[in-house]
């Protein structure tokens, strides 16, 4: 009687650790993921020849040593269920299979990624991972998958966090570390309930390669870049290592101006976005590849702090963030988001710097700061004004250090 008694109470508490200590894989997305993703650019035109490429130029390019680790493969690339409800790759894209994908990719040092949907169908339609969580986190885990994305569509009767949940815990019990990256474009506040469930969450509904638009494609809209910014106004308190607001895929050379993409991409840095590449790395041109792979930008998105920048500063078509860096260091961005070009003269004593979050504060009269511009690599100090032409939708990205 004891005895059953005792394993009664075993179990029981075996039951609820799990349940209390289910969790993520909490080494992962210390500083934002950092990779490509095949969706922006090839959409559901993918296989396993435009992988195998990628992964070639994402290490030939540079790219692999500036940090970008994960080739993701976004939707479309499944294949039917067997008919023990196992999900397959499509064979005519893929005909070598999964593993023999993640070995060729894990050979150069980087890591797979791949997709699927909390329902029963992804957003193009394919087998979604509704009801075979578990199975399908198993065969993601023996293919070797470093990485998922796990999209909202076809989530009409789900709670949101109860389904990501599911596949938190199916990846966390198939063993396999994997980055988990939730894309439910913000519709649920997930930063208000995905900090121990992902290491990431999407904030918003897709980009699209513009500026400042909107494009309405009947149910749904894609937005460009400044939409995306000015919805991530009030969310920087909920990001840090470990669980970062995703501004969605970068769009760095699918059709921006370079100053467009410059000022595209300092902003994911700035504001510690993941920053997963979605061009055609293996014809990007060599401007392109400088944006991408500007290593002190990149430096301000992983910065160890990992504290989101903040809109300190706005003025007719100006802003200006500002995000705390390790080392008593700063980065200061001024954002021209007019379509006029304008001489910027700021004086520095004006601008007392005050952050609620990090409790960190510059009083530019009592110190003084040495700075970099990150693009156009010219210096200078603080003592004197920072004076600067912006072209229409640029920015001047700056690295302050204490002098
Ligand atoms: C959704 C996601 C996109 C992409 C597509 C694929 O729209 O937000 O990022 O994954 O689905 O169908």
């Not at 009687?1 to 993520?24: D, E, G």
């Not at 809209?221 to 969605?248: C, E, Y």
């Not at 930008?297 to 903040?310: E, P, S």
Request: charged share 25%; hydrophobic share 35%.
């Amino acid at each position: 009687m004891l005895t059953r008694y005792l394993r009664l109470v075993v179990l029981l508490s075996l039951c609820i650790t799990q349940q209390v200590f289910a969790q993520k894989f909490e080494e992962l997305g210390k500083t934002p993921q950092m990779g490509w993703n095949s969706w922006n650019k090839f959409a559901c035109n993918i296989n396993e020849k435009l992988i195998k490429e990628t992964a070639d130029a994402m290490q030939t390019l540079g790219m692999q040593a500036v940090g970008y680790e994960y080739i993701n493969i976004d939707d479309c690339w499944h294949g039917e269920r067997d008919s023990q409800g196992n999900i397959r790759p499509n064979a005519e894209r893929f005909p070598s299979g999964m593993k023999a994908l993640a070995d060729y990719v894990h050979a150069k040092g980087l890591k797979l990624g791949l997709y699927s949907d909390v329902g029963a169908t992804t957003c193009g339609g394919h087998p979604g991972s509704r009801g075979h969580e578990y199975q399908d986190a198993i065969t993601y885990a023996a293919w070797g998958i470093d990485y998922l994305k796990y999209d909202w569509c076809d989530s009409k009767d789900l709670s949101p966090v109860a389904a990501y949940t599911t596949m938190r815990d199916a990846i966390k019990k198939a063993g396999r570390p994997m980055l988990f990256s939730m894309c439910e474009w913000g519709d649920n506040k997930p930063w208000d309930w995905a900090k121990d469930i992902a290491h990431s969450w999407r904030t918003t509904a897709d980009i699209y390669p513009c500026w400042d638009c909107e494009l309405s494609h009947g149910s749904y809209s894609t937005i460009g870049v400044m939409r995306i910014l000015d919805k991530q106004v009030s969310l920087r308190k909920f990001a840090g290592p470990g669980h970062w607001n995703d501004m969605d895929m970068l769009e760095v050379g699918n059709g921006l101006t370079p100053d467009e993409e410059r000022a595209h991409f300092s902003l994911w840095a700035m504001l510690a976005s993941p920053l997963i590449s979605g061009n055609d790395l293996r014809s990007m041109s060599e401007e392109v590849r400088s944006i991408l792979t500007n290593k002190e930008v990149i430096a301000i998105n992983q910065d160890k702090l990992g504290i989101q920048a903040w809109k300190m500063f706005a003025e007719g078509n100006v802003e200006i963030w500002m995000k705390p860096l390790a080392n008593n260091e700063w980065a200061m961005l001024i954002l021209n988001r007019g379509a006029q070009s304008l001489t910027y003269d700021y004086d520095w004593l004006k601008h007392h710097v005050s952050d609620d979050l990090s409790k960190r504060e510059i009083d530019f009269h009592q110190s003084s700061f040495s700075w970099t511009e990150l693009w156009t690599k010219t210096s200078g100090d603080t003592r004197q004004n920072f004076k600067a032409k912006l072209s229409p939708h640029s920015v001047a990205l700056l690295k302050l250090k204490p002098r």
